[in-house]
């Protein structure tokens, strides 16, 4: 199954996660054998922040409750804040980067014996629109203080029908869905039902939002283990993080856009900066070439445009304009481009070069791209073989040959509750032969 990804362009920015948790009694009852799926909930969220420092503690995080009957201000809610919390609406965490004392507030409500005296504070009802939920959560994206890439809301629930079919609550939740899918929020449900049952509402309404066709939509089964929980809310993070995206052209004029994802990503330190001595303020360099006139005493400084480069060759200085410099270096637009298809026996472990990368369709560029490539993808795995590319991952960076190994569905387990490889290609980098 190809999902359509329609996602803002390049790895730049923030993005903001929201985590909507059911609050209504059922979501809070325990007993002794285990805890309740609120407190499991608040623990994956918890495992799921700790991801974000690790990987882009960029990124905004937000915790919102439903079906509360007070709605008291958050221990972290600025005075200024413009937007008006909607009934059995209530904020635990305002949008902002995750941080010692927010992740530390999160385990310590969830530790506490009665969630921070859950029931007087915040109440247990089941009487939330849904919509209006929703419509909260857009407004706390817009007024977050930052532009973001791109925006989700991961919502946890035992309820598989917040609002009975044919009644004014289940359309106007029907119409924000739509416009979670205008503004590009992406949606995921965690349901925390064992036997949770996505037909009678979940699924039209995720289909509706993700553009999705609702014979191909799959709902993710139940899960309890907070670190399964984690593992997809990250790799829902992590699918979001494309590299770029590149025009895959097979033939004249016939093209389709791609995403590039890394397959394996090194952590790297953060950046040195040189620092004033008494003032502790960050100190920036900046190069600037001048020619002086020693006769008139005067100095001129160099614009870019006006340096110029040689290469000495047989004696001679061949110069060269700072744009043909540039020129040189573009040897191939970026962009895939196919040669051919080979045996997959053809494509040896011998040939593996370096770390590779993975490409999914984007329809948000060339309409129509899913469909094309799934065909590729598929006519690829029947008949057993590799296509052949030359792959200019970026602007000014080296062409190099690629071979392009379909891959299918990959899970853990038979159940199909954890999945490791998705449909797609992988981009294997060869040698130059």
């Not at 730049?12 to 948790?21: M, N, P, Q, S, T």
């Not at 593992?231 to 993070?237: D, F, K, P």
């Not at 200085?317 to 997959?344: C, D, H, Y």
Request: net charge neutral; aromatic share 10%.
């Amino acid at each position: 199954m190809f999902f359509q990804a329609d996602y803002s362009n390049a790895n730049e920015g923030k993005e903001g996660i929201l985590f909507v948790l059911d609050a209504s009694t059922s979501m809070l009852d325990e007993n002794e054998n285990r805890q309740s799926n609120f407190r499991t909930a608040l623990q994956a969220i918890e495992a799921s922040m700790k991801n974000l420092v690790v990987g882009n503690q960029r990124d905004l995080v937000g915790i919102i409750f439903y079906n509360t009957i007070h709605s008291p201000k958050s221990k972290f809610e600025a005075d200024t804040m413009e937007i008006v919390v909607p009934q059995h609406t209530c904020i635990l965490l305002p949008m902002d980067m995750p941080s010692v004392d927010n992740i530390s507030y999160v385990r310590n409500f969830h530790t506490s014996e009665d969630l921070f005296d859950f029931s007087n504070k915040y109440g247990c009802s089941s009487d939330a629109n849904f919509s209006d939920v929703l419509w909260f959560c857009t407004r706390m994206f817009q007024k977050c203080g930052y532009k973001l890439q791109s925006s989700a809301i991961v919502l946890f629930t035992d309820n598989p029908q917040p609002h009975p079919p044919n009644t004014h609550e289940y359309q106007q939740a029907m119409v924000k869905a739509k416009d979670l899918s205008q503004l590009n929020v992406e949606f995921t449900l965690i349901p925390m039902l064992p036997d949770f049952n996505g037909e009678l509402f979940y699924k039209e309404f995720i289909c509706t939002a993700m553009e999705m066709e609702m014979e191909h939509f799959e709902m993710d089964t139940a899960v309890r283990d907070i670190e399964t929980i984690s593992s997809r809310i990250y790799r829902r993070n992590y699918r979001k993080r494309c590299n770029n995206y590149l025009k895959f052209s097979l033939g004249d004029n016939l093209e389709i856009s791609v995403g590039v994802y890394s397959s394996i990503r090194h952590v790297k330190y953060p950046k040195s900066f040189k620092v004033h001595r008494n003032t502790n303020e960050i100190v920036s360099r900046k190069r600037v070439y001048e020619v002086q006139n020693e006769t008139e005493g005067t100095t001129i400084t160099l614009l870019p445009h006006q340096q110029k480069k040689y290469q000495e060759i047989g004696g001679r200085k061949i110069i060269f304009t700072t744009q043909e410099v540039s020129n040189m270096k573009t040897l191939l637009p970026a962009g895939i481009r196919l040669l051919g298809f080979k045996p997959r026996s053809a494509i040896q472990v011998r040939h593996y070069l370096k770390n590779g990368s993975f490409i999914y369709p984007d329809e948000s560029a060339i309409a129509g791209s899913t469909k094309l490539f799934r065909a590729l993808w598929k006519r690829c795995l029947d008949r057993e073989v590799v296509p052949i590319c030359v792959m200019t991952l970026r602007h000014k960076s080296d062409p190099g040959y690629v071979a392009l190994l379909p891959q299918e569905n990959t899970f853990y387990d038979q159940e199909k509750t954890d999945q490791i490889e998705y449909n797609g290609f992988h981009v294997m980098h060869l040698p130059n032969l």
